[in-house]
Structures are given as structure tokens and as C-alpha cells.
């Protein structure tokens, strides 16, 4: 089992995705990179326009070697009220120093989890200071959008080796990276733990483009969905903040 992520640019998406099945929504600008952050303002008011039960994530923008920078954005990002602090990581822009940093700062109810660009490396040492900066997930995605799906750029072997350790090390295990609807099958025998989805939710696979609500419910479907209520599997290792939405209903 694992959960469907579905980033959203605007409270109208994250309606759109919770009403289609999605178990968390994520706050991201396409336009602006692999994880472009969105104005504060409006992560305020995708997070207001979801029920509580919907957990949602936000991105602060894409990795950088400017540690008190990506600090004071994962602050400012954990004030609009969200459940999940996404920081961008790259073996590029010292990964190790960001994550000494970001685990001294207080979050207040917001937690925090890392996204390391896969095609920039992976350095399975990173998983271990990830752990100590106190992330409770760890995701690989991809920073080219045009190279393909992360899957076309990291062997299934590494892939499953990554998810192994980062649920080893006490945190939840996602991939991302351009993923379609026929990437899930075989990235869901790997075991992760959350799988994200932009461009394969949008019209013509186009990230930077509108939603398409029958790519979100053939994406939903080829997701089974998660019911902690039905399901032990669904209770673990995932934290409280990332619970499915399933169990309340739908919007």
C-alpha cells in the first residue's frame, strides 16, 4: 500500500484531488522548478480550503547551499498551518549542512521531510543525518523533468534499496519524479510508503498545465487506497500527519 500524493497549485486543485481520492496534497509551483515554492498566502489558503483530516504538504523551493535561507522559508512555511514541511535536498548544495540546521529549528506543530533530487546523486550516508535532523520521511524526486521518470533514471535495485533503508532508519519512504499511471505497479512492489504525482495528474502530462480529473481517477485507482481503518499495513511507518484521508470521506 501506498499513499497517493498529488501536488495542487491553488485551493481549486487541492479540492479537486481530495474530491478524486488523493491522501495528501501537496503545495507546489511547477513553474518555478522541480520544487518551486508557492506564496505563503496561498499555502494559508490551501490548507484552509481542505478539511483537517486532509494532511497538507508544502515545498520551500528548490535545494540550495544557502542554509540560513532554506531555514527561515521552512519556518515561515510551517506558520501557514501545514502538516508537512518538504525541504528540497542535493548532493550539489551541502545536503549535510542544510540538515544540521533545519534539525535545530522549531516547527512548531509542522514536521518536517526531505526530498533529495535523485539525478544530482544519492548518497545512502544522507539517510542517517535526515534521521537525526528529525525528518519523518524521506523522497526522492527528480530536478530534470524532461529526462524522464525516476524510475528511467534510478535502477529498481537502488530504488528499493533506498526505500529499505529509509524505513529502517524510522521514517516514511516516498518517490516522485514524473511518474504516470503505468510507473505505479512496478514502483508499488518496491514497498514505498507515499508515491507523488504532478505532471501524470495534468492535461497532455503538461506539469505546468491544468489538472485533468481523469488522469487523477486512473491514477487514483491504480493507487490502492489506503484505509487504516481496513488495513494494518496503512498504520506504519507513516506519522500521524500523513494518515490517509480515506477514512473521513471525501469533499
Request: one cysteine or more; hydrophobic letters at 55%.
Amino acid at each position: 500500500m501506498a499513499r497517493m500524493l498529488a501536488s495542487v497549485t491553488d485551493e481549486h486543485e487541492a479540492r479537486l484531488v481530495v474530491s478524486l481520492g488523493a491522501d495528501i496534497v501537496d503545495a507546489k509551483d511547477p513553474g518555478a522548478g522541480a520544487l518551486g515554492a508557492l506564496p505563503f498566502a496561498r499555502v494559508e489558503a490551501i490548507r484552509a480550503a481542505l478539511p483537517a483530516h486532509v494532511p497538507v504538504s508544502a515545498t520551500v523551493g528548490d535545494p540550495s547551499d544557502d542554509v540560513e535561507a532554506i531555514a527561515s522559508a521552512a519556518i515561515r512555511m510551517a506558520d501557514t498551518g501545514i502538516e508537512i514541511v518538504k525541504v528540497g535536498l542535493s548532493m550539489r548544495y551541502a545536503p549535510e549542512a542544510n540538515l544540521a540546521r533545519l534539525g535545530t529549528l522549531d516547527l512548531g506543530g509542522a514536521q518536517l521531510v526531505g526530498v533529495l533530487l535523485a539525478d544530482h546523486g544519492i548518497d545512502p550516508a544522507l539517510i542517517a543525518h535526515a534521521a537525526a535532523a528529525g525528518c519523518v520521511g524521506l523522497m526522492l524526486d527528480t530536478a530534470a523533468k524532461g529526462q524522464g521518470a525516476l524510475s528511467d533514471i534510478v535502477p529498481a535495485e537502488q530504488l528499493a534499496a533506498f526505500v529499505a533503508a529509509v524505513q529502517a532508519a524510522g521514517m516514511f519512504a516516498g518517490l516522485a519524479g514524473s511518474l504516470r499511471v503505468n510507473h505505479v505497479a512496478p514502483l508499488i512492489a518496491l514497498g514505498p510508503d507515499v508515491l507523488g504525482f504532478r505532471g501524470g495528474l495534468c492535461r497532455a502530462g503538461d506539469r505546468t498545465g491544468a489538472l485533468d480529473a481523469e488522469a487523477i481517477a486512473a491514477v487514483r485507482q491504480a493507487v490502492s487506497v489506503c484505509s487504516a481503518a481496513r488495513d494494518d499495513a496503512c498504520r506504519v511507518p507513516m506519522p500521524d500527519a500523513m494518515a490517509p484521508a480515506q477514512t473521513e470521506g471525501l469533499i
